[in-house]
């Protein structure tokens, strides 16, 4: 079959691989029809990752089921289902307690599993035409069938529960006021799902013009934190206050203020986000963290940052009584409820969406997407 | 009235002061009967703050209702009361939240007012005769009367729900393990707490034999942190695996192994135990964080320390998707439970109180407890 | 002052009675702007209470504060403020928990008191050109100055948070199903609700077009009761499954299908929403019960409706595993959030309002709203 | 094989029955040490249900892993387990959200599934040599290897969890009061779990002596209901207050005061408990329903009664605001925390049980036990 490969540093290639087969009899293989390509794609496609060559991108995915191991009971050949990122047992430890990010099953000797990722266990991704999916009944959840809403419920793979996760680990709740740091697809995922949940208020800071604009399209309100201290541009419109709960949707590759604009390199402050999360949000909020951290980044800014340590104002953290929850999105935990939402034709996330390409146009879309032209912000590859 | 007064670091003294008289229709004024000397006020008395000469210490009350104001509804002259060391109003945002350690209305300008402490507002403190209490139909707990339990019940001031709030905040339940840093009198109450709430088996660490003692006598594993690295341990003896949740009841202070076995200077290294609180924890787990972390420690150890900047190891962090929950205990959340159990004489917080004094040995008292000489380790002042 | 006086059975006049007065430094006297009609005032006008002549109608009140007793703290006088229908201390042990629908300060001997209501306690209702506040920080929310959103507003006293109150109590979470039945005020709040909370999928089953247009409106599903069994009808309109949760918004005073429609005496059959709620919800699923039903009804049904004693399909109840909760609505865990929504221009629950008439039109209003003639849905009084 | 043989009413025989196979790839056989004899084997042995000649009881089941089907990943061949009576696929919806005894795809056509009971699906039970276990990863919890603890694990498969599940249920929290009506078996295990999750009081409400004294040996406050009304009882020693909290033990078959002591038939009045809860538990609480209710009971006192519908003092229910959680219990929510707490040392949950006998003896304890004779409480069958 036909499969996006990385061949190297700023290299995809789609190229011929062997096609999946059932290894076990819980598997499943799935002929895709839509797999995203995502941000966290871009940190191997830039080698900032140990990544080898080989490797087949892609934990996105969606498609109709071709076939089925023997032990599989509730999933059958032709269902349309859509996969999340994590790969998951459902029956360990931390399966069972919902976090099915972290499962212990499917990669040995580390809490968690995923498609097409380095480090993630030996899944291959689905920017292909098939896609091995290992405890079938676990892992694939049943869209409706025929084409409607393919778009919106490609997102259910990963950017629109991962933002959703954002909302839960802060606890957002109806009447609430939030910040969300980055309005990327993530960040905008994270602004509709505070709203979804019925806040009042959901500031989305951010530099770049067309994600400020779509913030403000799904009733956010941007805040442009290269025109001024966005800390100070929240609490000046909310006379002084800060906000109940705060989400931080960029991660460790944080900038400062302006750099992108100067046009030069951007100044990577890794701590940046979390210090100002602590400024914004008001004594006993909570702050939601789906954006990503690491333990060891080789291109880190210094020695701390290399390792994943950061200086955090915890102080002040504690002074303000906050909390915080991390980590990846468990996307089992609310999948199931997105999917019923976008059925009822309520949330249409895919308004993040892009671009929609065949698999053989891969190659140039990373190109694009990591330099952010032409408008790339979210694509879908249809195979 | 007699009171304990701070003279200047290092000196209190036991003085005459003015009466105090009720303010405020809501205030009723309290007979203090005992009053207890907390950790934290060493931090004013080892000069270590901006604490001023002149106040009155005393953040952990007791006592007998003396006189009530004229709007006083639901408390009366002779009723038996222990107070929070939060003062709180109990109609504020944040005190309707539960959050009365963050009141916004009784110290203007800032989240949180206590009795006797530098910065937390206009109220003198307990270690007194009497005490001035505001709002006293939500700040006074009703207490059975007579003399019963009398150590146990003064507890509630502070330690005993501050050592709670850190098994509320790392959310323990029933069957899980813990591992609490710290087993000077609030890592006591923590441990306590979490076998109170049924946790299976919990880990206590200190580098102190008679409190490692103590921790070993409630039902928890000591685990000493001068033998050998305390997460190594801890890991050790299960298997491998980390603990469901952590409790930090140490705080900026913190040292590193054998620094005061050494019979040196301690090594104050204020990130260590939260670090090795992530490292201890499994994926998934949660850290309560009840050790107090400040934003400004003209004492400390460098530049970052000095304005509460730590180093942390978010990324480990972030990898193992852990939630943690810091600040002052909310005392109101638990005073009342902790009080029935008291009383159905199930829990006897008292045994870390190792002496009760009259008002008048308050000065030596300071001094032995801040050397932690002849077992001081929690005294309670009997005016 | 002006006030609505109630004269015995289906007879209310607008007479001169005394100005309320400060009786306790925590009280506030509030200049009404807007006091609502609620349908609870209906039992006491239909004489099915115990209400005696001479009460003063109105616990749905809004106003201006025009005094504040010695204590109040936080509430001044000019201040634009909507009171909850609940009298409240904030400090007994109901309070504390949250539960103010049932504080024991303010009526001694029941956990719960009201304005203007048989029973509730010693609190004239606001339906008049006065009120007094017993503990005024507590019970009077802070709105913003002006005129904007009156009606919107005033229905935080009562109605908006009960309809949400039914959402919170049935645990309503995104992407859920839920039926809800009775589509009057109360229950339009609730159906207005589960949406703002993020529901899916609501059905609102009712048998009066008007409210059915209005559940339509808003983004419900109509399930007229008198076309067919609206159990069956959900079902079949879901696949043969049940709903995940349930809202009763009717009570004790339940109809059987087609009763009014058949233009003669109502068929009163007090059991008949619960056991189609338990019907329709789904096993594991969880029903909210803010419509009231009564341990004493002098004008029920049969011998057992007149002690609230209801035949109850408790086996299939617990076959289905269902959870349900019940009781009146603590209007201070909700009305600041919902008043945020408000001001943040999200919601609208005014659209339920029908009527705004100065008060000395009052008594034509009852009747007319008592017999639900010329579209009398939901009065504001603005004296 | 052996095993225990429905023949008909107060029948059982123990005969030779085909070995049990694997039937699909997620199978385990495990033989049986351990299985028990539930109360609720007694609704099918004394001819009250539907149950047909020929079943094989035993749900409560423990034992050693005989054999793998091919794609069972983390169980193994020589594995000590112990199975939730409830059987579960772990991926289905109800199972999803932690409800696995409503599981949808075991048992078709109804939610939830068991080993050995009528119209819960194809399994036979477990007081046998071998059981075959479905979907082996989700069902066998895994126990410590060797021979320790076995009558406290083997109460794991129902008894420990179910009693746990009404604590659960009425959200038992530390510090507060409980009533607990039943101290059978499923009663002492509740009052048990009230206990390890920090309850301050627990009130055992039966009329039998030895069970009396069973919950008094745990701490708990024995009530006897023939002695006086159990709810003036525990209000006159609660200062005229109710418990927070309650729990229904006793189900359906409840009796009335007196009855048994009188030698002679038992009243059976199937809604006194829930009754009697509502009026113990104070304003505000929660009743937690682990006694089994049923939809339809041939046997039942009247035609209500017989098909599951009970008069519900609902006006009361709904005056105080109560909650209430209802039906079977998850076990696996609540097995692998309890098992915990068992290797730990801490609940030793066996002393409810009264013998440990051979397989072969089983039709002897099946009479004793109904017949309540020789202290026959809680039988352990060892194959």
Redo the contacts between chains.
Sequence with gaps: MRAVVYKGPFEVAVENVLDPKLQ???DAIVKITSSCICGSDLHMYEGRTAAQAGIVFGHENMGIIQEV???V??RKVGDRVVMPFNVA??????C??G?T??CI?VNPGF??GAYGYVAMGPYPGGQAEYLRVPFA??NCLLLPSGKQHEADYALLADIFPTGYHGAE?AGV?????VVVFGAGPVGLMAAYSCL???A??VYSVDHVKERLDKAAEIGAIPINYDEADPVQQIKDRRGGLGTDKGIDAVG?QATSAGSSAAGGEQDEVP?IV?NQLIETV???GALG?PG??????PGGVDE?AK??????????????????????CNV?QYN??????I??G?PKPSFVVSHEIPLDDAPDAYVKFDKRVEGYTKVILNP
Tied chains: 1, 2, 3, 4.
């Excluded at 047992?89 to 931390?94: A, L, P, Q, V």
């Excluded at 709740?173 to 006021?177: D, I, Y």
């Excluded at 909390?323 to 990846?328: D, E, F, V």
């Excluded at 199931?336 to 939402?341: K, S, Y």
């Design positions: 076990h009899p819980n191991g023997a032990a009971k509730d047992c459902g029956f360990c430890k931390n069972l307690g976090f990010g972290f099953t809490a968690g009944d676990f680990l709740k109806p009447g609430e006021s979804i949940r019925g009042a208020e460790y701590n979390l008001a004594p006993t963290i990503l951290y690491v333990p060891s980044d701390n390792k994943g340590a950061l200086s955090i104002n915890f102080g002040r953290l504690f002074e303000k009584g906050l909390r915080l929850g991390t980590g990846q089992k199931a409820h997105l999917r019923d939402l059925t009822a309520r």
